[in-house]
């Protein structure tokens, strides 16, 4: 998985309670992205990151925010997680977003959150 | 609206056999497109990426083509093995700024022995 770790794997939790989810690169690529898999749904965006502490939202950030104080770690935050972000996390990487192939997302093994 | 269908949603095929997914994009102005192998329970890989110039592009048993005036794409995959069970995901990017990638929702493919 391209060097890439996300933890935890699996959580379980409690409507209203906050979640942290931490996604870990050892590539030293600039951009890292948070994304969630549905059902019938594309990964969607949830947040990027083009930098330390330079972040900016995705298609489907609402009830979510990230953080990135360090180039490899890009934490995201369930402030009160609710049923409707029960989803399977990625996390991905990248070296650049120039449209060509050294743009490729390399993806993290995925976290499964269930909110109850 | 940016879209990226694919079908069929789902495909069983015999060990040996090959088979073939589309994807049909409406994302505008085109910058790349890419198809991913999502295996259960793990991130998607990419197998391939295409820009406009490209009309096919292989990856051992895989084939990927595009037409971009028709801005559909497929995925051949010869003399299938049990390991190609698995999610293809297409994905195609547009051209400016950040992150401006819409996916597919996949084809989850099935080979059976």
């Known amino acids: 998985d391209a060097g890439i770790t996300q933890s935890p794997r699996h959580k379980v939790t409690e409507t209203g309670t906050p979640v942290t989810l931490r996604c870990h690169q050892t590539e030293n690529h600039r951009y890292m992205y948070w994304y969630r898999q549905d059902p019938g749904h594309g990964l969607r965006l949830i947040h990027y990151?083009?930098?330390?502490?330079?972040?900016d939202k995705g298609e489907v950030s609402d009830g979510y925010s990230v953080s990135r104080s360090k180039t490899e770690d890009f934490l995201l935050t369930l402030e009160s997680a609710t049923s409707s972000q029960t989803s399977v996390y990625f996390c991905?990487?990248?070296?650049?977003?120039?449209?060509?192939?050294?743009?490729?997302?390399?993806f993290g093994p995925g976290t499964r959150l269930t909110v109850l | 609206k940016n879209q990226v269908e694919q079908s069929p949603q789902s495909l069983i095929i015999l060990e040996g056999k090959n088979c073939t997914l589309q994807c049909n994009y409406t994302v505008s102005p085109f910058s790349n497109l890419r198809w991913y192998k999502q295996d259960t329970g793990r991130g998607p890989v990419s197998l391939t990426i295409m820009t406009f110039s490209e009309n096919t592009k292989s990856n051992g048993r895989y084939t990927a083509t595009l037409d971009a005036d028709t801005k559909q794409s497929s995925l051949h995959i010869t003399a299938s093995q049990l390991s190609d069970s698995a999610s293809y995901i297409c994905v195609v990017r547009r051209s400016g700024g950040y992150q401006k990638v819409t996916f597919g929702t996949g084809t989850k493919l099935q080979v059976i022995p």
């Open positions: 991905a990487i990248s070296e650049s977003e120039s449209g060509s192939s050294v743009d490729t997302q390399y």
């Open positions: 990151s083009y930098g330390v502490k330079d972040t």
